[in-house]
């Protein structure tokens, strides 16, 4: 009966104003761990799809350091990539940074962290940033790539935006004050108290390494000193950009964009320099784990994705880069219970609000519920049918899988193969890029 009712509303397809031609307009997404890349590619083809999402990673040393390593080759990437676009597939390619986790040093913090010591070191990370990107930038070249990623998700590194002394004071006091009370409010949340403890742990060790991390980073002892050199290091972070963006621009002719956390791409100043907005678009939509009707539910998932979007468009408005085409280069939700709360939480536990107050949740003991995932991806397509944000340009959803089996090592995996029962898959295929689909019959 759900299917039945899903597929007449994913029927009614946008307005010509509502949405770009398909040719600049990107739907897809990446891989969980594909064997066989021309099943991979056809798959999305089948369901109306036409970009891949590659990637491709370096591991970074201690955070604070200018050490960054990665390989000098990825047959399979290519491979991948050659086969998207023998399919006439668009490809998107961002390159990300990961934290080597055998430091200890590293042990509670995440890649959007990295934060080299000094101005010298700064410089020396750039050097090797630029020396794996532009390795990657030829490839993506002589592959005829046809968006390449300075960057994702390296939120301290990519803030630099402006702010006066007093701005930059209560953003360091907004930071250290979370994370020194954050230990308190898991002791007084509902749940297991065994459980609770074990937890208390785990976030007193994370809490101290975030406010040592700050306390680095920010040279929180000297609130002077401190505004000064922040102000100072954003400046030298944007002349660093530039120059990494100007050196991509002389390899790759094709268009750029960078992976911006959803949480931090109001931050970045770096817009105008490039051809693309990209959003890692995991926004919470709910705040409360409290269930809710499902038509509740849908106008809450509505009205947040609305709200989003308005934010959005502030920005761009403040930013004056009002028409610059917007893609989320990543979009994704669990299959599980509660995936519109935090959809960037799928193992661990975290402390959220049930009926207003603090409770414990456990993401990976959630059930199964295929709906939510469904109604925050409708709520989103409502969104965008919105006239005013025609500058959006699609998504790349975080993951896609052609094997079932995939589900069990990947709580974000969709399965998209022809006989899933996955409602979710409908949604996308159906709703993003009608002009497509009017064209031509799938491919069997």
């Not at 080597?100 to 990370?125: A, C, Y």
């Amino acid at each position: 009966m759900l299917k039945s009712i899903v597929w007449g509303v994913l029927f009614i397809v946008f307005g010509a104003d509502a949405i770009a031609e398909e040719s600049e307009y990107y739907l897809g997404g990446i891989q969980v761990n594909e064997p066989d890349h021309e099943k991979w590619v056809s798959s999305l083809k089948h369901h109306w799809m036409n970009t891949v999402s590659a990637t491709v990673y370096a591991n970074h040393g201690v955070w604070n350091s200018s050490e960054l390593y990665f390989n000098q080759e990825d047959p399979g990437l290519v491979a991948e990539i050659k086969a998207a676009k023998a399919a006439g597939l668009k490809v998107v390619f961002i390159p990300r940074v990961a934290l080597d986790s055998k430091f200890p040093e590293n042990q509670n913090l995440w890649h959007g962290m990295i934060m080299p010591r000094t101005d010298e070191d700064l410089r020396v990370w750039f050097k090797n940033y630029q020396r794996y990107l532009f390795q990657w930038a030829r490839v993506a070249e002589e592959e005829g790539v046809d968006v390449f990623g300075v960057g994702s998700e390296l939120k301290a590194l990519t803030h630099t935006v402006h702010a006066e002394a007093e701005a930059v004071m209560k953003e360091i006091k907004s930071f250290t004050d979370w994370y020194e009370s954050y230990p308190e409010k898991v002791m007084l949340a509902a749940g297991s108290q065994d459980i609770l403890k074990s937890h208390y742990e785990v976030v007193l060790a994370t809490s101290e390494a975030y406010l040592e991390w700050a306390a680095e980073t920010y040279y929180k002892a000297d609130p002077f000193t401190s505004v000064t050199r922040v102000q100072e290091r954003r400046a030298l972070l944007y002349t660093l950009w530039e120059e990494t963006i100007a050196g991509v621009r002389e390899i790759f002719s094709g268009k750029l964009t960078y992976a911006a956390n959803f949480d931090t791409y109001q931050n970045n100043s770096l817009w105008k320099l490039l051809d693309i907005m990209g959003i890692n678009a995991y926004f919470q939509l709910r705040k409360d784990l409290s269930p809710l009707p499902s038509k509740e539910l849908q106008d809450t998932l509505d009205q947040a994705w609305i709200s989003n979007f308005h934010d959005i468009r502030q920005f761009k408005e403040r930013n004056e880069t009002p028409d610059q085409p917007l893609i989320f280069t990543e979009l994704g939700y669990t299959y599980k219970e509660n995936s519109s709360v935090e959809p960037w939480s799928y193992v661990g536990k975290s402390i959220v609000k049930s009926d207003g107050e603090p409770r414990l949740i456990e993401w990976s003991t959630q059930p199964h519920n295929f709906t939510e995932r469904l109604y925050c991806l409708q709520a989103l397509r409502h969104a965008v049918n919105q006239p005013a944000n025609k500058f959006f340009r699609g998504f790349l959803y975080w993951k896609f899988t052609t094997l079932k089996r995939h589900e069990e090592i990947e709580p974000f995996a969709m399965h998209m193969a022809p006989e899933t029962v996955d409602p979710a898959i409908t949604t996308l295929k159906e709703m993003f890029v009608p002009t497509q689909r009017d064209k031509a019959e799938p491919e069997n």
